[in-house]
């Protein structure tokens, strides 16, 4: 059962650590729909959804950060949890997200999810369902990107080509300079 | 005359022995008489006493005579011994005079010759020397000369290797250096590209553009197999 969760989690999520950011959210959220309130309907259902709209954006704080994302996730997603199994569950799904080694994305500057969204659909495709990414800031690599999976790094960024070439390069430069 | 020095001494011994034993012989006649003259006196004073000085006169005179006989004696036989004394020695001067000059003639023409002969060996003796002195000198001062040019020869070639050595090092010195100032002129060059690379890229590239970078090294990674 906790796979199917993690599988549906992780159906739109890419990134390691908004999947765990939305992990964390959504526990909030249950845990509230377990404890706080007595009346417990799922979201989305009847003349509630509102009620439950506004309750998810408490406890989420931002309104449109995770709210689009728990709201996709649809009402039959949260009749999996009871006051009985709701932790254990969550320490598993916590545990399956952490457990996966996602790839590390190396960038010269910051790239929003939404732009890197392909991206991750695109590993899915080539790697599997859970596959998971996650990127860095180093404006080193000046364009391009380095890729680190497993412990081993992988440079395709223009500063390993100009590594590469630095030959090449000092010649062109300095046959310009005697000319 | 050497050999009457003696006798000449001898003589006047004998000489003065016999003047000295009769001045003893009359100093004691007179003592004798004049001891009697004086108990003469003391015992009988006139005739007795004239007498006596009579006899006692009559003494000291015989004895007197008696002396002055030895005394005559002695002088006489003393100018007997004078006389001979001369005499054996003129006869010694001329039986060994001559003989004594041809010796000494003799021994003075042998000295002569035996220093002649000295002297001869000596000059001899001495340009043996100086030819010998002169020959070890010569050796010497070859010996010297070829020691010092080996010398020399030594020394300038340690002196050579040690300066080809020297600049070998600074050449090599030179060349490091060189080498690490041009590496580090490379570094920089590359340096200064990355930088300038870094700041006009990050103006010029797109958010899109870096995305398809990101899609290129993806394909890269997935046709390396790089990615599992």
Do not use: C
């Not at chain 1, 993690?6 to 765990?20: N, R």
């Not at chain 1, 939404?114 to 859970?130: A, I, Q, S, W």
């Not at chain 2, 004239?50 to 006169?57: C, L, P, T």
């Not at chain 2, 050595?165 to 010195?173: G, M, Y």
């Amino acid at each position: 059962m906790t796979d199917k969760l993690v599988d549906d989690i992780l159906a739109t999520t890419y990134i390691q650590i908004e999947a765990l950011s939305r992990l964390r959210a959504l526990k909030d959220l249950i845990l509230v729909q377990l404890f706080a309130s007595s009346a417990a309907a799922a979201p989305g259902v009847g003349g509630q959804v509102s009620r439950e709209k506004v309750k998810m954006q408490e406890v989420v704080g931002s309104p449109a950060q995770h709210t689009a994302w728990l709201t996709s996730l649809g009402p039959d997603f949260y009749k999996n949890f009871t006051r009985e199994n709701v932790y254990k569950i969550f320490e598993e799904m916590e545990n399956a997200i952490k457990k996966i080694q996602p790839l590390v994305i190396y960038v010269p500057f910051e790239i929003p999810n939404d732009e890197l969204t392909p991206v991750g659909e695109y590993l899915r495709k080539n790697y599997g369902k859970r596959f998971l990414i996650e990127t860095k800031i180093d404006p080193g690599i000046i364009a391009g990107t380095a890729l680190v999976w497993k412990g081993m790094m992988k440079d395709y960024s223009i500063r390993k080509k100009i590594a590469d070439n630095r030959e090449t390069i000092l010649r062109t430069l300095k046959s310009f300079v005697k000319h | 005359m050497l050999n009457t020095m003696p006798e000449l001494i001898q003589f006047t011994i004998i000489l003065t022995v016999t003047f000295a034993a009769a001045t003893v012989l009359l100093a004691y006649l007179y003592i004798q008489e004049s001891q009697k003259r004086q108990k003469l006196e003391r015992l009988s004073p006139n005739t007795a006493l004239k007498d006596a000085q009579q006899k006692g006169q009559n003494l000291i005179h015989q004895a007197l005579k008696k002396a002055q006989a030895i005394i005559g004696k002695a002088e006489l036989e003393g100018i007997e011994v004078v006389a001979e004394s001369k005499l054996s020695t003129k006869k010694f001067e001329e039986k060994y005079g001559k003989e004594l000059e041809e010796e000494i003639t003799k021994a003075a023409q042998a000295f002569a010759k035996y220093l002649d002969d000295l002297r001869t060996q000596g000059e001899q003796t001495q340009l043996l020397n100086q030819e010998y002195s002169k020959q070890k000198i010569n050796e010497i001062f070859e010996k010297f000369e070829q020691n010092l040019a080996d010398f020399l020869t030594q020394t300038e070639q340690k002196s050579v290797s040690a300066i080809d050595l020297e600049l070998k090092a600074t050449r090599q010195l030179i060349d490091t250096y060189k080498t690490q100032q041009l590496s580090l002129i490379d570094e920089n060059i590359i340096a200064m590209l990355e930088k300038t690379l870094s700041l006009v890229l990050v103006n010029k590239i797109s958010l899109k553009d870096e995305v398809d970078l990101v899609y290129e090294a993806l394909e890269k990674a997935k046709a390396e197999k790089f990615i599992s």
